[in-house]
């Protein structure tokens, strides 16, 4: 679906718990956490610790389910596109290249967003290999206690949230692919922009009650190797030992490198991107989770995926009353996400068109 959906009508944290969370696809990214208060990342994990305001009798909300990026998969395609810029290269702060896992990229662009005050603040994390918490820098001695790398959740979004409604100033965040398509819904509901700083990510792990740290199961589902909604992404694949692969994939991304390549914060080589591409080609064939979204979500997909419809063939091709999708389509149009037009082949069936 090519835009979220603010406020998805009867969608409660109920659909959100069913869909997701019993079914162990949360990565713990923490956007649902963040995006309201009733609900509190617990053990990685997101729990009710307050009241689901539709259990209290309002009828408008779903914004957990909404921002959720496990409720909304994606299928990646095998095939990547060309980054815009790409480089592999190693930070020349030798207290950078200590503390790096890598060749100390994400550590070095952070210190050098927040002195030349591109943005006022940088969200990463910091802790444990297992037992990561996210974490804000705003100052660019502050940055070094971000890097490294940590294969496990941190719910480190409810971080950028809270960052964002205390500051509302430019910011820059690093996350899983997953984590960053959960963003980009975000920004589409508030209309807002983040600098996202991606992660290469194959599989992510989580301890299991034995402390055995395990494969995820929303990895088993996950087609995003190279993470498609970050601005930048980066990780070793394609690069020799003590360098990161980083590769700019939007116009602003590429602005940000290209700034960072000029003021000689690295020491630069040519990646091998083959090595990249490979990696979102075997990734590409897992297959995304099944999840039962509501009907008016449903029909939204139906009208970005499949083009124009009327309102029988929509109703035929999801097996849906043609009533209930007449209802649906009604409220979409007046929230301005669907537009009725007429079917040039056929003035008497009006046709309905997604907005984007
Ligand atoms: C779970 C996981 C799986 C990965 N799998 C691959 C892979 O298969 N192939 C590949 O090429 N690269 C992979 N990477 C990326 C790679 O391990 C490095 O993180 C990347 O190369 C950046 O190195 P660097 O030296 O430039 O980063 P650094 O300068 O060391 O900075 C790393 C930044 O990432 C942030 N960060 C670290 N862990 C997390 C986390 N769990 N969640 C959110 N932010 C985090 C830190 O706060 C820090 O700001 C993976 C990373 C993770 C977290
Ligand atoms: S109040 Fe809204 S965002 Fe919070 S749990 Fe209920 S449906 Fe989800
Ligand atoms: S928004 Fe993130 S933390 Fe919340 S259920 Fe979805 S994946 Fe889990
Ligand atoms: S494999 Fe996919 S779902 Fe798992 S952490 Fe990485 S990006 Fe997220």
Redesign the pocket.
Known sequence: MSRALSGSGHVSFELLKKQVIDRDLCEGCGLCAGTCKSITMVDGRPKLTGKCILDRGADHCGRCFDICPQAHPEQVPAEMEEPLLAVSVRAKDESIQVV????????AL?KHLLETGEVEAVI??VGGKYA?QAAVAEKPEDVLK?????????G?MTKLIEQQKKTRGQLAV???PCELRGVSRWEEMLGISVLKIG????N?MRKDESGKATKMTPCDHCTDFIGVHADIS????GSGKGY?TAIALTERGREVLQKALDASLFDVTEPNLDRVKA?QQRKSKRSPAEIDMPLREKILATLVSSGPADTVSISESLEAKAEKVHYHLLVLQQEGFVELHENPSDPYRLEWHATQ
């Open positions: 790096a896992s890598n060749g100390g990229f994400v550590t952070f990463g994390i990561p971000l890097a490294g790398t940590r294969y496990s959740p941190s480190v690093v996350g899983m992660l290469f990510c194959s992510n980066c990780g070793f694949a990161t990696s």
